[in-house]
Structures are given as C-alpha cells and as structure tokens.
C-alpha cells in the first residue's frame, strides 16, 4: 500500500540547518505531488510547500520561501526538505504529504518528524 | 490569504452519539468547476494523518459511512454518526482552492 515514511527526530542547534526525507512507496513517485506541513505545538498546521517530483519545480508558501527548500531524488522515490537557520519558532512536527497534481486533498500522509531546535 | 476558523477547540461526546464540526472560511470555496475545495482529516495519536472528506462531501476509500461532510459556500460540517472510540481525535478542515492552502485550527474530539 501507498506509504510515506520520514526520517527519524532530530535535535540541532539554533541557527543550524536540517534536512528531512520523506521515502514513498508503491505508487509511481513522479505522477504525485509532495506537499510538507509543519505542526506547531502538537496542534496548528501550516502549508510549508509542495513539489512536483517529475518536473523537480517548487511552491512555496511565501511565509516559509526564505525558510525551506524543496527536492527530490526519483531515482531513490525519496523528497526532502531542508529548513535552514533555525531558531526555537521552528521547534515542530513536519509531515510529508502526498496530492495528486490538480492537488484537492492530501490523501496520505507520512507519519511526521519531530524537530527540536535547542542549543 | 484564506483563513479557516474551526471554532470548537474541543467537543465532548458519548459513545454512540452524533457530533458535528463545523469549519468556516473566511471567503467561498467554491471553484468555477463547481466543486468545493475543502476537505477534512483526522489525527490520531500515535497514527499517521488521515483523509476523510474531499471537495466538502466526498468520502476518500475505505472512510466508514457514519462519517459525512456537507456544506458549501463558506461553511463546512464533518459529522460523525455513532460516535465510537477509534473516533477520538484531532480534526482539521483544509481549503486548496488559494494557496497559501491553510488548515483549520484544530477541533479536538474527547470522550465524556
């Protein structure tokens, strides 16, 4: 069955960079959307992005442009997202999450990483 | 940008009971298709999230028939009939027709 499964938790200091992977299985990688959420203090979503691992083009939400930068490997069905210059705001749960290229719903859903930023 | 008020933070319900969450945007949903893009999801503890409803009404595979989402314009309902353990969770309205696409806040179901 369709599966996203994320990179384990990390911990990284302030000011500090981190890149999360999100691998997919059982469905064709580059007919789907990924789509990155972050989850603040166990309940608040956020739109960080999606990209279109065919094209390799992003969009993001212009609240995270300066923030996060969206990538993909298809040789390895894997996208990643790098958030950069982190501070405590950016302490959260990020999910992956998959659309199909018209995008109405995220119809699964990667089981989301912790990230704590403290030095 | 779009913002997606789910008023109840929390609502309290009996095994069995009916219960219903309601999601307002602060402008239509409504695409030239015709359809809404407003969907509806569910976060239990511990699982992976996941979807329920798509364009406001439309249940995604395998979703069970007590759970049914109406609405149209600017405000959206999930009921969930028969109300049973496994139900106990966070909901999340999602609108896609503008991006950024942005999330309800939140409406967490608890167990009397």
């Known amino acids: 069955q369709v599966k996203l499964l994320q990179s384990g938790a990390a911990l990284v200091k302030p000011g500090d960079s981190v890149k999360m992977s999100c691998k997919a299985s059982?469905?064709?990688?580059?007919?789907?959307?990924i789509h990155w959420v972050k989850q603040s203090h166990g309940k608040s979503l956020e739109w960080i992005g999606y990209?279109?691992?065919?094209?390799?083009?992003?969009n993001y939400n212009e609240k995270f442009k300066n923030k996060a930068t969206l990538t993909v490997d298809k040789s390895s069905t894997t996208a990643y997202m790098e958030f950069s210059r982190l501070t405590s705001e950016d302490s959260a749960i990020y999910h992956c999450?998959?659309?199909?290229?018209?995008?109405?719903?995220?119809?699964?859903w990667g089981q989301g990483v912790m990230v704590t930023v403290s030095s | 940008q779009i913002t997606l008020t789910q008023q109840a933070e929390s609502l309290w319900v009996s095994p069995g009971e009916k219960v219903s969450i309601i999601c307002r945007a602060s402008q239509s949903l409504l695409y030239t298709d015709g359809k809404h893009y407003l969907s509806w999801y569910q976060q239990r503890p511990g699982q992976t999230t996941k979807a329920l409803i798509y364009?406001?009404?439309v249940r995604t595979d395998g979703v069970p028939t007590r759970f049914f989402g109406s609405g149209s314009g600017t405000e959206f309902t999930l009921s969930i009939e028969d109300v049973q353990p496994e139900d106990i969770a966070l909901y999340y309205c999602?609108?896609?027709?503008?991006?950024?696409?942005?999330f309800g806040g939140g409406t967490k179901l608890e167990l009397k």
């Open positions: 999450a998959r659309s199909g290229i018209r995008a109405y719903y995220f119809d699964y």
């Open positions: 999602l609108q896609t027709l503008k991006k950024p696409w942005t």
């Open positions: 059982a469905y064709t990688f580059t007919d789907y959307i």
């Open positions: 990209i279109n691992p065919y094209s390799g083009g992003a």
């Open positions: 364009h406001a009404s």
